[in-house]
Each structure stands twice: as structure tokens, then as C-alpha cells.
């Protein structure tokens, strides 16, 4: 049955959906007007563990790695996820507040989990992302924009540029300019 099914609010048809509890409602009359690009993925350097989608639902056993130990009792998340093979993981509906930016910062207003989507691109600072990274995050970024019409390609950024001097993701393996013009490229 090719039937889409009415989703509840603020989730994409086009993610796997698994609920985080790591969520808040936004401030009355915030309107999502900032896409901010992240990358995770642990244990560092290691792809496709599921811990990143554990770490988000606080289920990750924190004995399971010594990193683990860095990281014991965060509670945090993102609205979503891109894997390396491309797939999209919501943990957070969009209009609710995802908590990925923490003490942040754009163009003069503070804490940007407030007015923000956070995506985070399953990766690390120096190693390339994939092209199916590339792909999915262009066609969510295009939904996004069509949705929170404030979400202009000015306003998406890094979380190394809303809180610099304590964050470096999605790092300089994070090619921009392709970014950009595989987005202009697909509007056409
Ligand atoms: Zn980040």
C-alpha cells in the first residue's frame, strides 16, 4: 500500500522515528528560524554502533566503552540524524525543543535550542562525509525550508559558529560550498 499514513506533527515521513525524552516545548512565539549542523558519532570514529541513537535516548550503557566515561549522564539530542549510508533518524518532533547547541549564540540572540533544528551528521571533524550524508541533508534541508519559511541558507550554520571557542563540528571535513550548491543545485 502506497497510502502515506498522517503522521503526528513535526515528524518527517522521511525519518525512522525513535523518541527521545531529551525534549522541551519551545518558548512562547520562538519560531524555528536556525538549522544548526552537528556531528557525533561514538565511540568516536566508530559508524553504524547505535550508540549515538542510545546516547540520545539515555539508554547508552556507559560501561559498555571508556569514552563512554566522558559523556556519563549527558542528556541530550537532536531533532535528527544522518547516518553514513544516508538515513535519517528523527529523535525530537520539529516544533518541540531539541537540546543539541547548549550555551550558544547567533547574531546576538542566546540560546539557539530555543529557535533552532538541530541535525546531526553521523561523522567527525576530519573525516569526509559521504555523498548519501550530502544527498539526504540537501532534501531535508529543502523540507525544512519549506516548512520554517525564517530558515534561510543564511541561517545555517555549525555549531562550531553559534558556540566558538568550545565547539568544532561539523568540523573542516564539512565541505560548505558543496553543501550550498548541491542545495542551490536542487532547487532548480
Ligand atoms: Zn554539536
Request: some cysteine; overall charge negative; proline content about 7%.
Amino acid at each position: 500500500m502506497a497510502t502515506a499514513k498522517p503522521l503526528p506533527a513535526g515528524l518527517l515521513s522521511s525519518a525512522r522515528f525513535v523518541a527521545s525524552p531529551n525534549h522541551n516545548t519551545r518558548p512562547a512565539g520562538c519560531e524555528v528560524s536556525l538549522l544548526v549542523l552537528h556531528n557525533i558519532s561514538l565511540p568516536p570514529g566508530q559508524f553504524g554502533t547505535g550508540c549515538v541513537e542510545q546516547f540520545f535516548c539515555n539508554r547508552l550503557d556507559w560501561h559498555a566503552h571508556p569514552y563512554f566515561r566522558n559523556i556519563e549522564g549527558m542528556e541530550v539530542s537532536a531533532h535528527l540524524l544522518i547516518e553514513r549510508s544516508g538515513a535519517l533518524i528523527q529523535f525530537v518532533p520539529l516544533e518541540l525543543r531539541a537540546w543539541h547547541a547548549g550555551r550558544s549564540r547567533f547574531e546576538g540572540q542566546a540560546n539557539c535550542n530555543d529557535f533552532s533544528i538541530g541535525i546531526e551528521l553521523e561523522g567527525t571533524d576530519e573525516q569526509p562525509y559521504t555523498d548519501a550524508q550530502y544527498r539526504a541533508l540537501v532534501a531535508v534541508t529543502l523540507q525544512l525550508q519549506q516548512r520554517f519559511p525564517q530558515l534561510t541558507d543564511a541561517r545555517i550554520v555549525g555549531h562550531s559558529d553559534i558556540a566558538p571557542g568550545r565547539k568544532t563540528d561539523p568540523g573542516p571535513a564539512f565541505d560548505w560550498d558543496r553543501f550550498r550548491a548541491q542545495l542551490a543545485q536542487a532547487r532548480q
